[in-house]
């Protein structure tokens, strides 16, 4: 076997010329030492590289990753606890929800609050969905609240304030202990209500003379009757006028009609057991 060596246009090989009896040929083999080297005029060989390793997470974004699944979680636990609160408000009773006079609920026949006004009584009713359910001594307003309602109409009326509803009043009667249901006990609650929210207390003559000068002076006149229990308990009414049939425009705030009522003097006189004239300090 003969070999020989050829650099030049084929850059640096090895050209081999082997012959053996009867046959020969010859192998241009690549000289191992200029393996990937690039020679004049030859184009360049594409570089052959490793797979890049895939980069390394640092500390900081795998810290990261972890807050943002847990606001993705919380963020799901906070929309089925909102729905869930939702369909639970949906079943409550409206007797839980406070609400304002002529809002939903049964219908109400009570002045909404947004038309209360200084010189016009309004008419409140004790079932009002807004303060029905308050506590007025051992009951509620709408059990036995026709004082707080009552006193609040008054105020309404000489002040034009919309501050307090008779759940406001009735709560005031519960803190001064002043939620006696007799005769006694409803006119110490009214004196004492009067005195506190500003009112000037006006005695009444229970006349029909008495009543007139009364409301003719700028009194709202309020009037305790004995209950349809006949328990010993009263019940309070407006006085609000005298209407153009020469009648009493009353309302009582326990009346299931919702309605003001024309009562003739006679008969509110003889139903009374004392009348209590409230008008602005």
Known sequence: MTSST?????????????SHP?????AVLPNRASYGAVGHGQPERPS?????????????????????????AFALLTAVALLAALAFAGTRAPAAVAEEPGQA???????PMADWAQGTLPHLYQSNQGWAY????????????????????????ATGSR???????????????????????ALAYLQAGAEAFGLAV??????????????????????????A????TVTCAVIDDVNEDSALAVVDPASAAHEPQAWAFDDLLGSTVGLLGLQAA
Do not use: W
């Not at 009867?22 to 010859?26: L, R």
């Not at 609920?105 to 002045?111: A, K, R, Y």
């Not at 008779?166 to 006694?184: I, W």
């Open 202 to 227: 006006v005695p009444v003559e229970p006349s029909a003379l008495g009543l007139r000068q009364a409301l003719a002076q700028g009194s709202t006149v309020i009037a305790l009757m004995p209950s």
């Open 22 to 26: 009867g046959f020969s040929y010859v």
């Open 163 to 185: 501050s307090y509803t008779p759940a406001g009043f009735a709560a005031f009667g519960n803190e001064q202990g002043l939620t006696g249901r007799d005769a006694a006990g």
């Open 229 to 232: 229990s006949q328990d010993g």
């Open 48 to 72: 052959v590289k490793a797979p890049a390793a895939a980069p390394e997470r640092s500390a900081d974004s795998a810290a990261l990753q972890a807050p943002t699944l847990f606001a993705i």
């Open 134 to 157: 308050a506590p007025f001594g051992d009951a509620t307003v709408g059990e036995a609240g026709s004082a707080p309602t009552s006193l609040c109409m008054v105020y309404v009326k």
């Open 105 to 111: 609920g049964e219908p109400e026949q009570s002045t």
């Open 6 to 18: 050829l650099a030049g246009s084929r850059g640096a090989e090895s050209i081999h010329t082997f």
